[in-house]
């Protein structure tokens, strides 16, 4: 890729970020030397329950992706150069004979994980799987879905690809796992920087049922099918990007990471900052943190946090119930709220599950020793405040031991995402952790979604320098 100035092939560019909760298909266009990015098209998303399950809606994402795929190719005569894919980690698709989705995919809060880890537990301990992946053992990641495949019935040589990989593939490129994506499985070795074979074989799992591994920047092909016959996507390259959605958000920090923390802010919440080195000591273990591949070098050094996940259960659960509630208008009124029950541990087992989150929020206030809320027309800012000054105060807990881990002092905390809009939450953050709290991009998945693809050579590691230069440029540092 040439430099901004001498950039030669003006096509647009594609991003499609998919979300636990919606799917968005971005475009770049050029006008003069300036990028324009618009939302053309959003496909609502959630986990669905089957046959006492919970999995994902593929063939509604499918559809979505491809009617958001045609608005582009309608707008953008000038052609499109490159698709790119990102999204949440850990859930995959399982391949059948004919290459088609063997089943619906499963989603990581499927119960069926809990058995399955304590199976993992008992065959190789969680301090030496850390140690060789840096990924923190939790029951959603990919490993332990995998021996619930086993102990399902699922043979161990059953071709399987990572969600936003999956997409890739089915626009007709190679079926692949993009390295930010795959540190999430708990399947890879740091050093290497490839698939454990010893984890593979100690597992009962068969490596080659595994995708190769390829760096963020690499074209894994061409589109190919139905879409390819419009006029805009001919010779439309197919990239994986960053294809964890939080490396992508990660790609467009602008600001120098050595001193900053970065909360990624959705339904989960990141925390954490950029490290050189992986830390997979016992203590950043057991302090709940994880090393992820970053797209522009290093590692994603961060932890968990329950996040907005707690307030839209509750938002559904009201919604049964006839109580139509509008999230800003409730951030408002939580921002009203005198005083609060207590706060609560965020991180509680119950708050993870899904279903009946109002009265989840009321047991772990009383296991706290605190009154619970009355669960009435009217009360919702105050289980809104609760919840957010109970973020707020993780968050804090988080930074402080994210500076003992790291050996470094944060000056401020760069906040991205969706939940970087609750200006509620990033006064309470400011309050609790002493830090000034700079909102980022709300979209940070889609502009290093975006960033990647201009930097990207087509083979092997795209450049962090090239990255960060496209990242500067497209939300006008530069």
């Given at each position: 890729?040439?430099?901004?100035?001498?950039?030669?092939?003006?096509?647009?560019?594609?991003?499609?970020?998919?979300?636990?909760?919606?799917?968005?298909?971005?475009?770049?266009?050029?006008?003069?030397?300036?990028?324009?990015?618009?939302?053309?098209?959003?496909?609502?998303?959630?986990?669905?329950?089957?046959?006492?399950?919970?999995?994902?809606?593929?063939?509604?994402i499918i559809v979505g992706v491809e009617e958001g795929l045609r608005k582009a190719a309608a707008v953008a005569t000038e052609g499109i150069r490159s698709i790119a894919?990102?999204?949440?980690?850990?859930?995959?698709?399982?391949?059948?004979?004919?290459?088609?989705?063997?089943?619906?995919?499963?989603?990581?809060?499927?119960?069926?994980?809990?058995?399955?880890?304590?199976?993992?537990?008992?065959?190789?301990?969680?301090?030496?799987?850390?140690?060789?992946?840096?990924?923190?053992?939790?029951?959603?990641?990919?490993?332990?879905?995998?021996?619930?495949?086993?102990?399902?019935?699922?043979?161990?040589?059953?071709?399987?690809?990572?969600?936003?990989?999956?997409?890739?593939?089915?626009?007709?490129?190679?079926?692949?796992?993009?390295?930010?994506?795959?540190?999430?499985?708990?399947?890879?070795?740091?050093?290497?920087?490839?698939?454990?074979?010893?984890?593979?074989?100690?597992?009962?799992?068969?490596?080659?049922?595994?995708?190769?591994?390829?760096?963020?920047?690499?074209?894994?092909?061409?589109?190919?099918?139905?879409?390819?016959?419009?006029?805009?996507?001919?010779?439309?390259?197919?990239?994986?990007?960053?294809?964890?959605?939080?490396?992508?958000?990660?790609?467009?920090?602008?600001?120098?990471?050595?001193?900053?923390?970065?909360?990624?802010?959705?339904?989960?919440?990141?925390?954490?900052?950029?490290?050189?080195?992986?830390?997979?000591?016992?203590?950043?273990?057991?302090?709940?943190?994880?090393?992820?591949?970053?797209?522009?070098?290093?590692?994603c050094f961060h932890t968990n946090v329950n996040g907005m996940w707690i307030l839209k259960q509750c938002m559904d659960a009201w919604c049964e119930q006839g109580r139509?509630?509008?999230?800003?208008?409730?951030?408002?009124?939580?921002?009203?709220?005198?005083?609060?029950?207590?706060?609560?541990?965020?991180?509680?087992?119950?708050?993870?599950?899904?279903?009946?989150?109002?009265?989840?929020?009321?047991?772990?206030?009383?296991?706290?020793?605190?009154?619970?809320?009355?669960?009435?027309?009217?009360?919702?800012?105050?289980?809104?405040?609760?919840?957010?000054?109970?973020?707020?105060?993780?968050?804090?807990?988080?930074?402080?031991?994210?500076?003992?881990?790291?050996?470094?002092?944060?000056?401020?905390?760069?906040?991205?995402?969706?939940?970087?809009?609750?200006?509620?939450?990033?006064?309470?953050?400011?309050?609790?952790?002493?830090?000034?709290?700079?909102?980022?991009?709300?979209?940070?998945?889609?502009?290093?979604?975006?960033?990647?693809?201009?930097?990207?050579?087509?083979?092997?590691?795209?450049?962090?320098?090239?990255?960060?230069?496209?990242?500067?440029?497209?939300?006008?540092?530069?």
């Amino acid at each position: 890729m040439t430099e901004p100035g001498e950039m030669r092939d003006r096509r647009a560019l594609v991003a499609i970020d998919l979300g636990a909760e919606s799917c968005r298909v971005s475009l770049l266009r050029w006008i003069g030397d300036k990028a324009q990015i618009s939302l053309l098209h959003r496909i609502p998303n959630g986990p669905i329950k089957l046959d006492e399950t919970l999995r994902w809606p593929l063939e509604r994402i499918i559809v979505g992706v491809e009617e958001g795929l045609r608005k582009a190719a309608a707008v953008a005569t000038e052609g499109i150069r490159s698709i790119a894919v990102d999204g949440w980690a850990v859930d995959y698709v399982l391949l059948g004979a004919d290459g088609k989705p063997a089943s619906a995919p499963f989603c990581y809060r499927d119960e069926r994980n809990i058995a399955s880890k304590t199976t993992v537990e008992g065959i190789i301990a969680a301090e030496e799987m850390f140690a060789q992946n840096g990924a923190q053992p939790l029951r959603i990641n990919t490993v332990y879905q995998l021996v619930a495949d086993l102990e399902s019935g699922v043979g161990a040589s059953t071709p399987w690809v990572l969600f936003p990989e999956y997409i890739l593939h089915w626009l007709g490129g190679e079926r692949v796992a993009e390295y930010t994506n795959a540190t999430h499985t708990g399947l890879v070795d740091l050093e290497t920087e490839g698939w454990s074979r010893p984890l593979f074989h100690k597992l009962g799992l068969a490596i080659e049922a595994a995708p190769p591994i390829v760096y963020a920047g690499t074209c894994v092909g061409k589109l190919k099918g139905e879409l390819a016959s419009l006029a805009a996507f001919e010779d439309t390259c197919l990239i994986a990007p960053a294809c964890h959605d939080t490396a992508s958000a990660i790609a467009a920090i602008t600001a120098d990471l050595s001193h900053t923390a970065y909360i990624v802010s959705g339904t989960w919440s990141l925390v954490g900052t950029v490290v050189d080195r992986p830390v997979t000591n016992v203590e950043a273990m057991q302090a709940g943190f994880t090393n992820q591949g970053a797209a522009a070098g290093g590692y994603c050094f961060h932890t968990n946090v329950n996040g907005m996940w707690i307030l839209k259960q509750c938002m559904d659960a009201w919604c049964e119930q006839g109580r139509d509630i509008d999230l800003l208008k409730l951030i408002s009124e939580a921002a009203k709220v005198d005083s609060i029950p207590g706060l609560i541990d965020v991180a509680a087992p119950d708050l993870l599950l899904s279903g009946e989150m109002p009265a989840r929020v009321n047991l772990e206030l009383e296991r706290k020793g605190f009154a619970q809320i009355s669960d009435q027309p009217g009360s919702e800012a105050v289980f809104a405040r609760v919840i957010f000054a109970s973020l707020a105060n993780r968050y804090a807990d988080v930074i402080r031991h994210l500076e003992s881990l790291t050996h470094r002092s944060f000056k401020s905390i760069t906040v991205l995402g969706g939940g970087s809009r609750n200006s509620l939450l990033n006064r309470l953050t400011e309050e609790s952790t002493g830090l000034p709290v700079f909102v980022g991009e709300a979209e940070g998945s889609t502009l290093g979604n975006f960033a990647v693809q201009l930097a990207a050579t087509g083979n092997g590691k795209t450049s962090p320098e090239l990255v960060r230069m496209w990242a500067r440029r497209l939300t006008g540092v530069e």
